[in-house]
């Protein structure tokens, strides 16, 4: 079992474990955004690559912000992707929504393309880490809208079978058990990032692989970035991080056995502690149709960074 003090200390870690940070070159069809919704929410959004590319929707992890993808905005530009990265509710520019669930997003992507100007046009997904289950509830509440279904370094359903747990999954279950202490936990964590975020990178760092290590710590621009993806996850506080680790570890309101087929990749680390080797496996038991690509090499963060035109490509 979890103490309570170990858990407290922890969680002042998690707000960075299960995202990725990385920096481009400026360009100026990178921007943020807002859309009012019809249940009066605002909607924050970035947009990164191509204006004029096939449209790919992106689900940042979680914790994280639309910031994220920016890890591979030049790959998306390279590979003809406009790339659309949303701010789950309660994170970054998007509006808490009080009780929301998982197969509440597909309708807010919906209204996001259609903004965009894709009102009947079909569109890709990504999901990153924790956002897989939403980038899935697409799949199961849209599936004539979408082309193709990314995960990267995904991560599964919790105590899924076969299935070795990440090194945040005892956490996550904590949080879903004990809410009011993830929320103090969660709320000091905020503190020490806005105090002193080189420290809070490190004490971060602690959790990823050496090869995730080896990718952000030398580069300043993806430190600086990493410290933005979790600021701005974290600029409303700490209630929408709270109820997305609550939505992670708990039901997503679908099975994966129950999806219909599609197009869909899966692209896993094989040196991954968040999400580990056996959570792409079981994706791909229960996917049906699905692809499975594997790096031995790869971490949590690295996969996306290393094969990011690998999988755009499969939008395009």
Known sequence: MISRRSALRAIARLPVTLSLWGTARANPNNFNGRIRLPDGRQLGYAEFGDPAGRLVIYFHGTPGSRVEARLISEEAEATGVRLVAMDRPGMGLSDYQAGRRVLDCPADVERLVATLGYESTSFGVVGMSGGAPYALACLKCIPHRIT????????????????????????????????????????????????????????????????????????????????????????????????????????????????????????????????????????????????????????????????????LSRFT
Not at 172 to 193: C, D, K, M, S, W
Not at 262 to 272: F, L
Request: proline letters at 9%; aromatic letters at 8%; hydrophobic letters at 40%.
């Open 148 to 311: 193709h279904v990314a995960l990267v370094s995904g991560h599964t359903p919790m105590n899924a079978p076969g299935v070795e747990p990440g090194n945040q999954d005892q956490l996550i279950a904590f949080i879903r058990r004990r809410p009011r202490l993830g929320e103090i936990g969660l709320n000091a964590a905020v503190r020490i990032l806005r105090r002193n975020p080189n420290r809070f990178l490190q004490r971060a760092s602690r959790e990823w692989s050496e090869a995730d290590r080896g990718l952000i710590m030398p580069n300043p621009g993806y430190r600086a970035l990493f410290i933005q993806t979790v600021s701005e996850a974290t600029r409303c506080g700490s209630a929408g991080v709270l109820r997305a680790i609550q939505l992670l570890g708990g039901d997503w309101g679908f099975r994966l056995c129950d999806l219909p087929p599609a197009s869909v990749s899966i692209w896993q680390g094989g040196d991954d502690p968040i999400t580990p080797p056996s959570m792409g496996r079981y994706f791909h038991r229960k996917l049906a149709g699905s692809e499975l690509f594997l790096d031995p090499c790869a971490g949590h963060l690295t996969m996306p960074k290393w094969h990011a035109a690998e999988i």
